[in-house]
């Protein structure tokens, strides 16, 4: 089994360390053989009896110890670049070209990445992007802080590319960190190590002008109704030329235009200001999210404390179909028996029945992805055969239809006799006959 990747170009540097590699089995590196076919470079990577990095998270996440074995993977790889003197920016770390040996949980790379622009570091990260975005975020509050403070450690670039030992010991990375467990007693939700993000706040600020204009106001009504009493109370103190009648009505005016004044909206002292403040992100128990990789882009919903992403879509958007099936995508006018409507949105029932005498179980798809193969931790159907691979093929449903995926299996996947493309998939159909290496099943629908 190959991967084969083409350049358009001839004889260069990266092909005198082709070559190199052709004559020397370095262990992280996925050995290659190099051809030259009408101005074309074709670089022919050995990847029999391992599985597509990607192709395995994207049936299941990642855990903690799944990231250990990827910095240890890339510690041995990069020790053997140094050792050999290669170009360690000249490795692939598309998620698509690294290829996994289940048995040893190790990872292998591709050499032979030309692009100018881009580095290891550049790379790095963009592979734990993937991380990121594939950990399982159920895991335990230590493994969720821990893959995070890792990330930003990449992010940043605190780390030495030749030599990631750092990034691969899991105590060193949590004696660096800076969180302590006290923080974490004192505000559990905060990720101190996580840059800050900006926010905006409105603030309710008092407009002073106006409230000095009312406040002035106010005591020059008290100031001339005092002087009004005074009139009445003891006028030889106080010589005003007014009447008692006339300072009467002074005391009476000044008292009501108090009253009115005082009784003004405080909202026409303030004005309203918005302003950007940094804040620590905060990662909330309740907003983690399952079912990420339902096909939906939109991340509204992991903070809005529903279980995931269809549950946020069933409460909030009235368009979405709670089934995952479009109900007026074929109408066509005519009532449907509500009876056959029913029988056409219920799911079927997925069973592979064993053809032969050698004692293989029956198979019953009860979830999907279903992965079979002769590997007890990684396959929901195990099948003790030396014939069949340690994750062999997988049995999915996308849009109401099953599929069954060769997983690059060595002997093979066939359906109906026809072996299919590695990595490739084909429509499964009732009474399709699915082989497995030499074990062979009839589909059976219900």
Same mark, same amino acid.
């Given at each position: 089994m190959y991967m084969v990747i083409?350049?358009?170009?001839?004889?260069?540097?990266?092909?005198?360390?082709?070559?190199?590699l052709e004559n020397n089995h370095i262990e992280p590196l996925l050995p290659v053989k190099i051809r030259h076919i009408d101005n074309r470079s074709l670089y022919y990577y050995d990847v029999t009896s391992r599985q597509q990095f990607s192709k395995i998270y994207e049936y299941r996440k990642l855990s903690r110890k799944n990231v250990d074995n990827i910095l240890k993977s890339l510690n041995e790889m990069v020790d053997a670049v140094n050792e050999y003197m290669l170009n360690l920016n000249c490795i692939i770390l598309k998620t698509d070209c690294i290829y996994v040996d289940v048995s040893k949980d190790k990872l292998y790379f591709a050499y032979g990445n030309e692009q100018e622009d881009s580095s290891f570091q550049q790379e790095l990260k963009r592979l734990?992007?993937?991380? =990121?975005?594939?950990?399982?975020?159920? !895991?335990?509050?230590?493994?969720?802080?821990? &893959?995070?403070n890792l990330y930003q450690k990449i992010v940043r670039g605190e780390y030495d590319a030749s030599d990631l030992k750092a990034l691969a010991e899991t105590d060193s990375i949590s004696r660096d960190s800076d969180i302590s467990e006290n923080k974490i007693e004192n505000d559990e939700n905060v990720l101190d190590?996580?840059?800050?993000?900006?926010?905006?706040?409105?603030?309710?600020v008092e407009n002073k002008k106006v409230f000095l204009l009312f406040n002035i106001a106010r005591v020059c009504l008290g100031v001339v109704m005092v002087a009004a009493i005074g009139r009445m109370l003891a006028p030889s103190y106080v010589p005003?030329?007014?009447?008692?009648?006339?300072?009467? =009505?002074?005391?009476?005016?000044?008292? !009501?235009?108090?009253?009115?004044?005082?009784? &003004?909206?405080?909202?026409?002292?303030?004005?309203?200001?918005?302003?950007?403040v940094m804040e620590p992100f905060r990662y909330d128990k309740k907003d983690r999210y399952e079912g990420c990789d339902n096909g939906r882009n939109d991340d509204s919903y992991i903070n809005s404390g529903y279980k995931d992403v269809n549950d946020y879509y069933k409460t909030n958007n009235d368009s979405y179909d709670k089934d995952g099936d479009d109900d007026n995508e074929n109408y066509?006018?005519?009532?449907?028996?509500?009876?056959?409507?029913?029988?056409?949105?219920?799911?079927?029932?997925?069973?592979?029945?064993?053809?032969?005498?050698?004692?293989f179980p029956d198979i019953e798809v009860s979830q999907f992805p279903w992965i079979i193969g002769s590997m007890e931790k990684n396959c929901n159907t195990v099948i003790?055969?030396?014939l069949v691979s340690h994750i062999h093929a997988c049995i999915t449903r996308d849009n109401g239809e099953y599929y069954v995926e060769d997983m690059n299996s060595t002997n093979g996947t066939y359906v109906n006799g026809?072996?299919?493309?590695?990595?490739?998939?084909?429509e499964l159909n009732n009474l399709?006959?699915?082989?497995?290496a030499a074990v062979s099943y009839v589909v059976e629908m219900s």
């Open positions: 083409e350049k358009e170009t001839m004889e260069t540097d990266m092909d005198i360390d082709i070559k190199m734990f992007d993937y991380v =990121i975005e594939h950990f399982d975020h159920g !895991a335990g509050d230590t493994d969720v802080l821990y &893959i995070y190590f996580i840059p800050m993000e900006e926010v905006e706040e409105q603030e309710e005003v030329p007014v009447s008692d009648t006339g300072a009467l =009505i002074i005391i009476i005016s000044c008292a !009501a235009l108090i009253a009115v004044i005082s009784r &003004i909206p405080k909202s026409l002292f303030t004005r309203v200001e918005t302003k950007k066509d006018g005519n009532t449907m028996l509500l009876s056959d409507y029913f029988n056409n949105k219920k799911d079927k029932t997925v069973k592979l029945l064993y053809k032969g005498n050698d004692g003790k055969s030396k026809e072996r299919l493309i590695m990595n490739s998939r084909r399709d006959e699915i082989t497995l």
